[in-house]
């Protein structure tokens, strides 16, 4: 198993690794600071560093077949040659694209704090942010904006703990994710808090405090279906959604 550094500390941009195994599949490291896709959020990329210097580009990162199994995804195959088990690198993401990431994990869940309703369906990338909640009722884009602007501006602290899974089964109320759920089978759920705001499982990165979302609107409310409101959020000024 790979050791999930950014699990516990999402701010972490790189790490000293050893190469375990590299293939067509991927590179797979004793331990990375590499999100792999899931959840909905996107995977990272960045940058392998051998010894020498030189920068393998990491163009993707994905969960392996096997459990606990991350791959980095090289942007050139060819380079697969330099990386041999025990090859020692040190392992770098994209630290632009990760922030972005934070930023829109937790903003999304500003959003939920506000839509009180299921998701089912959830995309978290460094150009934008979408939630599909299961309702029928209208959303209004410029109410949910002024929402996010004041949980934004009221600093409210950011952590996770970890809960049993018995503790999970006591409390069903705490999944609101129709088409994510929890990873089980490991004993424990890595859950998010957002101090008075928001709980729920959860296993991406995230802001320590909701100040460091920043300025983020909504671009866009849609009809997906009779039961579907897709809400779409950017950063402000920019284009993205």
Same mark, same amino acid.
């Given at each position: 198993?790979?050791?999930?550094?950014?699990?516990?500390?999402?701010r972490l941009l790189?790490?000293?690794?050893?190469?375990?195994?590299?293939?067509?599949?991927?590179?797979?490291?004793?331990r990375t600071?590499?999100?792999?896709?899931?959840?909905?959020?996107?995977g990272?990329?960045g940058?392998?560093?051998?010894?020498?210097g030189?920068?393998?580009?990491?163009?993707?990162?994905?969960?392996?077949?096997?459990?606990?199994?991350?791959?980095?995804?090289?942007?050139?195959?060819?380079e697969?040659?330099?990386?041999?088990?025990?090859?020692?690198v040190?392992a770098?993401?994209?630290?632009? *694209?990760?922030?972005?990431?934070m930023r829109?994990?937790?903003?999304?869940?500003l959003?939920?704090?506000?839509v009180p309703?299921?998701?089912?369906?959830?995309s978290?990338?460094a150009g934008y942010?979408?939630?599909?909640?299961?309702?029928a009722?209208?959303l209004d884009?410029?109410?949910l904006t002024?929402?996010?602007?004041?949980?934004?501006a009221?600093?409210?602290?950011?952590?996770?703990?970890?809960?049993?899974?018995?503790?999970?089964?006591?409390?069903p109320?705490?999944? *609101?994710?129709?088409?994510?759920?929890?990873? *089980?089978g490991?004993g424990?759920?890595?859950?998010?808090?957002?101090d008075g705001?928001d709980l729920q499982?959860c296993?991406?990165?995230?802001?320590s405090?909701?100040?460091?979302?920043?300025?983020?609107?909504?671009t866009k409310i849609?009809?997906?279906?009779?039961?579907? *409101?897709?809400?779409?959020?950017?950063?402000?000024?920019?284009?993205?959604g």
């Open positions: 198993m790979t050791e999930e550094l950014f699990r516990e500390d999402a790189e790490c000293p690794a050893v190469v375990l195994s590299c293939g067509e599949q991927g590179v797979v490291l004793d600071v590499f999100y792999p896709l899931g959840g909905g959020q996107a990272d990329a940058v392998l560093v051998l010894a020498d030189r920068e393998l580009a990491v163009a993707d990162t994905r969960k392996g077949a096997q459990p606990g199994e991350i791959l980095h995804l090289l942007a050139s195959a060819d697969a040659a330099l990386l041999v088990p025990g090859t020692p040190i770098c993401i994209d630290a632009a *694209r990760r922030q972005a990431h829109f994990h937790t903003a999304t869940h959003l939920c704090a506000l309703h299921p998701v089912d369906g959830c978290i990338t942010a979408r939630l599909d909640f299961h309702m009722a209208p884009k410029e109410a002024a929402g996010i602007a004041r949980l934004v009221e600093g409210h602290a950011v952590r996770h703990r970890w809960i049993s899974e018995a503790e999970l089964d006591a409390n109320q705490l999944v *609101r994710s129709m088409s994510v759920q929890p990873p *089980r490991l424990r759920v890595r859950v998010l808090e957002i705001v499982p296993g991406g990165t995230h802001v405090n909701t100040a460091e979302v920043g300025p983020v609107i909504v849609e009809k997906k279906s009779a039961m579907t *409101r897709r809400v779409v959020l950017g950063f402000a000024g920019s284009a993205s």
